[in-house]
């Protein structure tokens, strides 16, 4: 599904980044790895890249001197409960936003000019289910990836005609160790495990998923 193809995946060192560089390369892609860890290795990637997703300077530089490439994954991102809607604390509403929002937009656009030239080349966000509508305790997050999930739309309407197909999955709960640390009682089966996630990953950045645009995957497991 991959065959020949040089897959960048951002947040490769976290829980999913693993799994989707894994499936990637199991499916043929030659897969570049980029996140803020200096030591990481893997043997499913091709190359390693330690950058801070956040400035877009270095990401620029970096993702620049990868050559070419056929499709950005960003997964780079996190999630944090939060104080009230109502609250006046700032921290954590400027977290959210940096590392979910500032790290793709950085990467997708220093990516977009070497996608143009491809011909055909895909771009797959990571958005949320829970971020479809509010959630109490939960706004900032909630607000970052609704943005996360607008960008995906705009940058599907601007890039369609380029070649570059821009999507994204909405996870619901994803089985990582620290959902099952937060949340023991739960019962873990009817969680989306990131390998389930990266076959949706996978399918929207190959060549298999051309004619898919601006896509809001739902991908939620038995929850």
């Known amino acids: 599904m991959l065959q020949n193809k040089r897959i960048v995946v951002t947040g490769a060192a976290g829980t999913l980044g693993r799994a989707?560089?894994?499936?990637?390369?199991?499916?043929?892609?030659?897969?570049?790895?980029?996140?803020?860890?200096?030591?990481?290795?893997?043997?499913?990637?091709?190359?390693?890249?330690?950058?801070?997703?956040?400035?877009?300077?270095?990401?620029?530089?970096c993702i620049m001197a990868l050559g070419d490439?056929?499709?950005?994954v960003n997964?780079?991102?996190?999630?944090?409960?939060?104080?009230?809607?109502?609250?006046?604390?700032?921290?954590q509403?400027?977290?959210?936003?940096?590392?979910?929002?500032?790290?793709?937009?950085?990467?997708?656009?220093?990516?977009?000019?070497?996608?143009r030239e491809r011909g055909h080349a895909a771009i797959v966000n990571i958005g949320a289910l829970g971020a479809l509508s509010g959630q109490a305790a939960m706004s900032a997050y909630?607000?970052?990836?609704?943005?996360?999930?607008?960008?995906?739309?705009?940058?599907s309407e601007e890039l369609k005609s380029d070649g570059i197909n821009v999507n994204a999955v909405l996870p619901s709960i994803i089985d990582t160790p620290p959902n099952r640390e937060a949340m023991p009682d739960a019962d873990f089966d009817t969680w989306v495990s990131p390998a389930q996630l990266a076959e949706a990953i996978c399918f929207l950045?190959?060549?298999?998923?051309?004619?898919?645009?601006?896509?809001?995957?739902?991908?939620?497991?038995?929850?």
């Open 20 to 61: 989707a560089a894994a499936k990637a390369a199991g499916y043929g892609a030659e897969v570049i790895g980029l996140d803020l860890l200096s030591d990481y290795s893997s043997e499913q990637l091709a190359e390693y890249h330690c950058v801070d997703l956040t400035d877009r300077e270095a990401t620029t530089r």
């Open 93 to 115: 509403w400027d977290w959210m936003f940096r590392i979910n929002v500032d790290t793709l937009r950085n990467a997708t656009s220093a990516a977009v000019p070497t996608l």
């Open 75 to 91: 997964i780079a991102g996190g999630f944090a409960m939060g104080t009230a809607a109502s609250a006046a604390d700032d921290e």
């Open 142 to 155: 909630c607000a970052a990836k609704s943005t996360v999930m607008r960008l995906t739309e705009s940058l």
């Open 205 to 223: 950045a190959s060549e298999r998923a051309r004619a898919i645009h601006g896509v809001l995957l739902p991908v939620k497991g038995l929850v």
């Open 69 to 72: 490439f056929d499709a950005l």
